[in-house]
């Protein structure tokens, strides 16, 4: 099954000169596959991945997520649609650092108004045992360290059961045994729970071990 597909995508920068920042960009992405784009600094890699999260609509082409396509939707249908279907990953885990870890992980449910609290508290709660981090439920988020607080935001982001995760150089901010730990993560979440996760890194050992690269060059795939 198909988890994103991106047809003929062309993106323009017109500020302050007409600049073709994307070309004719196409592929597709299946369900549970676990996928790195890469590129150098400028090669569109960032701007690729903003318009595949829905945030950017501003483009010549057609981006389907799930079975649905995306493009031409308002940004009232897009910001529902992001909550429920896709998690974000960032290299800052923009957590509520006031907030405990459970709130954390819960709060894109509560606004996606389909479970009840106990049933979304319970997911949370399977969701920490998933990712090792059963215990630190109660804990602020400032209180915990920085491969914890990452793992958080993978459990956050996972709380709606998305269709895709999306992630910003998830590993940037982390040193090397973090960045292997949230690596298998993504790995485990791939391959024993069928979900597809997107991931613009610079890393290349962490690009290396995906189940596919997308490399692009001035706004080419390669």
Do not use: W
Not at 109 to 120: G, T
């Amino acid at each position: 099954m198909t988890a994103l597909s991106v047809d003929k995508i062309n993106k323009h920068f017109y500020d302050p000169v007409d600049f073709h920042v994307l070309k004719d960009i196409s592929f597709e992405i299946e369900q549970g596959e676990f996928v790195a784009i890469i590129g150098k600094s400028g090669s569109g890699k960032s701007t690729l991945l903003y318009l595949l999260s829905t945030m950017d609509t501003d483009y010549d082409g057609i981006i389907s997520i799930n079975g649905t396509q995306v493009t031409g939707l308002r940004q009232n249908q897009l910001a529902s649609f992001r909550n429920e279907h896709i998690g974000f990953v960032f290299q800052f885990h923009f957590l509520l650092p006031e907030f405990s870890v459970l709130d954390n992980i819960m709060l894109p449910a509560l606004k996606l108004k389909k479970k009840s609290k106990e049933e979304i508290e319970n997911k949370a709660m399977e969701l920490l045992t998933l990712l090792d981090i059963k215990g630190l439920e109660r804990k602020k988020a400032s209180k915990i360290s920085g491969g914890q607080q990452q793992r958080v935001a993978i459990a956050r982001a996972l709380i709606n059961s998305p269709a895709v995760i999306m992630g910003d150089e998830p590993t940037g901010n982390l040193d090397s045994k973090n960045t292997n730990i949230v690596f298998d993560t993504f790995r485990q979440l791939a391959k024993e729970q069928g979900q597809t996760i997107i991931a613009v890194t610079h890393d290349d050992e962490f690009a290396a071990n995906c189940d596919r690269i997308i490399e692009l060059s001035d706004g080419m795939l390669v």
